[in-house]
């Protein structure tokens, strides 16, 4: 029974990881011995974060737009370069945008829906072939998308594009198990609650809204980079190898007392 979150030897992608959420589960990868390519769309950001990173590991930083299959295709075709297989990918890049409903835009629809979730898919779809390279019946590879408890609760927020997006990313995923377990990749999905990042900046800065949120968490605090990087090793390890199709709640009992 040891060694059960051993990732040591892996190799990783981390969508979205230069800040955020992204950055906190590609410091634990790294930490615990995978090789981890990290991937975003501001550039500037995205070598800052691998400067960061690359002190506690083997990071890569390859610039991408994933909102579009151009972007995608050419990320996939660049890892390849330097990859013949991929043991984990973690599909974390996403956006939200917040608009009253009247007045809720075409462009905060499309936008959201082409990052959280066609991204999400056609980047599952076009590293198929190196996932397959790496997985194994008794040590699958591994996919990790990362919904929301906003995808599974209403939020109360004006964020309709993301609520609905995250709502498929977890229906997604169960549907990717199912149809990927047969060659030895292993789909599940994070639905995170409050965590220090770009998309919750506006509560952390904001006394009052923090209080707030706090108050709805039973924990009776946000999330830290432990809590979702242990997530994350968890589905990315042999103790997670009979978990297929499904969505863990890193949340602090919110959704538990929603």
């Not at 769309?41 to 930083?61: I, N, P, T």
Request: aromatic share 6%; proline share 3%; net charge negative.
């Amino acid at each position: 029974m040891k060694n059960l979150f051993d990732v040591s030897g892996k190799v990783a992608v981390v969508s979205g990881g230069s800040s955020g959420i992204g950055f906190m589960m590609a410091q634990g990868l790294l930490e615990n011995g995978a090789k981890v390519y990290i991937t975003a769309r501001k550039v500037a950001r995205l070598e800052e974060a691998q400067k960061e990173l690359s002190a506690y590991g083997d990071c890569v930083a390859i610039p991408s737009d994933l909102s579009n299959l151009e972007g995608i295709e050419g990320f996939v075709a660049e890892l390849s370069k330097h990859e013949d297989k991929l043991d984990i990918l973690i599909n974390n890049a996403g956006a939200v945008w917040s608009a009253p409903i009247d007045d809720f835009p075409e462009a905060g629809w499309d936008k959201i829906m082409d990052i959280n979730v066609k991204g999400l898919f056609f980047m599952t779809q076009k590293c198929l072939p190196l996932l397959k390279a790496a997985g194994s019946k008794e040590d699958p590879a591994r996919v990790i998308n990362i919904a929301s408890i906003n995808g599974i609760r209403n939020s109360g927020m004006t964020t309709y594009s993301y609520t609905a997006s995250k709502s498929a990313v977890v229906n997604l995923t169960t549907h990717l198990a199912t149809d990927l377990v047969d060659r030895n990749i292993l789909v599940n999905a994070i639905a995170p609650g409050y965590f220090p990042s770009q998309m919750t900046k506006a509560i952390v800065e904001n006394d009052a809204m923090t209080q707030y949120a706090l108050s709805k968490i039973p924990c009776g605090r946000m999330g830290s980079p432990e809590d979702i990087a242990g997530t994350a090793l968890y589905l990315s390890s042999r103790a997670s190898a009979f978990v297929c199709g499904h969505t863990i709640v890193v949340d602090g009992g919110q959704i538990a007392t929603a």
